[in-house]
């Protein structure tokens, strides 16, 4: 069974970085699309990145675009999450999830069958 684990949350200063990851098992992380995907206790999940099962194609959220850099090793089963000049407003639980290799709307939480388990990312100002 697919399993998703992510990891490298934490408490950072407002400017710092962070590098999440997220370490799959099973056959499909290979051919899977993953996305990333944040929430608070006063919002609904909402989509950050995500990435195309090559690891070829990133697609973001606007306000992750000029500081988030998403990636995928399929070597390494591994996709990561690269947060530069993070801010205040970051400050959430951060899963991974996989969804199929061609996933129509890759920001569609609903369309991603597997997810991790979440990482704390809290960014103090």
């Known amino acids: 069974q697919a399993q998703l684990v992510e990891s490298g949350g934490g408490l950072v200063q407002a400017g710092d970085s962070l590098r999440l990851s997220c370490v799959g098992s099973?056959?499909?992380?290979?051919?899977?699309?993953i996305g990333w995907f944040r929430q608070t206790p006063e919002k609904e999940r909402e989509f950050v990145a995500a990435i195309s099962w090559s690891g070829a194609t990133p697609y973001y959220a606007d306000f992750a675009k000029d500081r988030f850099t998403v990636s995928k090793d399929n070597t390494k089963t591994t996709a990561y999450l690269q947060m530069n000049s993070l801010e205040p407003e970051d400050t959430a639980l951060y899963y991974c999830a996989s969804a199929s290799r061609f996933v129509g709307d890759y920001k569609n939480q609903f369309l991603y069958r597997v997810w991790g388990q979440g990482t704390q990312v809290t960014v103090s100002s």
């Open positions: 099973g056959d499909t992380f290979r051919t899977s699309t």
